[in-house]
């Protein structure tokens, strides 16, 4: 089903998503959620320890503002979480919502995007499909073997960063990355606002350019010379929130979540991993390299529904999204 948003709504869907996000993430990332009492009006689902679904009042959620405890550190991440992606294939009607997003949020242009859509056709009597494709996130990334400075690393939550002052620009993780989704900065990235000093991120806090590369604002600012690629919004994930993609996506594509709590959600549904990967086939993109991927595809069913308008939407973005008119 495709739902077309304007702004108003798409502001509306973000406050949505701030509120709904922040809960539903309480149990999809691990954060502590403490339900009191069940008498409230407004009610969320959260998931148990045995994987049911509960209804808890919202007022009796209690929020912590950050995941990170005495344990965190930048480059190591999380411990005791691994995070993963879901991408419904069966639902991207390439509306094109979550590479704006990502693209706006990451300071970055359409020629260099972290995240892209591209029309796939399995075979010449297959119907064709829109197939969102972004960094897997691998728990065996070849791109961090070859790295000769230890710039791509993985961190302990299996999200894969590059520290971009220390990348020298050398793209053997480009040649060994078998999606290709790394990309290299030829030419000063145009970068808009990024020019200013200090500038606040969507979410509120703020970045200090002066200070230099942070892996909580992993691979920002991009730098010439250098290579880069999506970071799971790493600094969303630390405030308990799911990356700018999944919140963008106008028909609930992305689902986002932790892997050991085996929970994923998009702000509106909330799943058990595994069961959602049985029951919908879920599978990985090249699993036999054993890359060990943590983004996690389900089969696009039906897929003939509304490919014509995804083509609509591709000529449109691409007509505005050019370096430079962006
Ligand atoms: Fe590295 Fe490519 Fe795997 Fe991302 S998808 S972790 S860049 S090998």
């Given amino acids: 089903m495709m739902m077309s948003k304007n702004e108003d709504n798409n502001s509306t869907r973000r406050n949505f998503i701030s509120k709904g996000l922040r809960l539903g993430l309480l149990t999809a990332i691990g ?40 344990d965190y550190n930048v480059r190591e991440g999380f411990p005791n979480k691994k995070f993963v992606m879901v991408v419904d294939l069966s639902r991207c009607r390439n509306a094109k919502q979550c590479v704006k997003s990502c693209n706006k949020n990451h300071f ?22 829109w197939m969102p494709q972004l960094c897997h996130h691998c728990d065996n990334p070849p791109c961090v073997k070859v790295c000769p400075v230890d710039a791509t690393f993985k961190r302990r939550d299996g999200i894969v960063l590059i520290d971009n002052e220390r990348c020298i620009g050398c793209r053997f993780c480009m040649a060994a990355c078998p999606y290709s989704v790394r990309v290299f900065n030829w030419n ?17 806090d703020q970045m200090d350019h002066s200070a ?56 509106d549904e909330t799943y058990q991993l595994s069961k959602l990967l ?3 086939a879920g599978y990985r993109l090249l699993e036999d390299l054993g890359t060990a991927p943590s983004v996690y595809y389900l089969p696009p069913k039906d897929r003939q529904q509304d490919y014509e308008v995804g083509l609509k939407y591709y000529t449109e973005f691409e007509s505005v999204e050019k370096p430079g008119k962006s």
């Fill in 278 to 280: 049985k029951d919908k």
């Fill in 212 to 267: 230099g590369y942070t892996p909580d604002y992993a691979g920002m600012p991009s730098v010439k010379g250098t290579v880069d690629k999506c970071d799971f919004c790493a600094h969303m994930v630390d405030q308990k929130l799911v990356p700018h993609c999944v919140a963008a996506c106008p028909n609930n594509v992305y689902f986002f979540g932790d892997l050991y709590e085996d929970t994923v959600t998009n702000g």
């Fill in 188 to 204: 000063e990235p145009q970068q808009g606002e990024m020019s200013e000093i200090t500038m606040t991120m969507e979410h509120g």
């Fill in 31 to 70: 954060g502590t959620a403490i339900a009191k009492s069940l008498v409230d009006e407004e009610m969320v689902e959260l998931m148990d320890t045995d994987g049911n679904l509960i209804k808890v009042p919202v007022a009796k959620v209690e929020e912590h503002s950050s995941l990170k405890g005495d």
């Fill in 108 to 129: 970055i242009t359409g020629d260099n995007a972290w995240l892209k859509i591209y029309n796939m056709q399995d075979n010449e009597t297959s119907s064709p499909y």
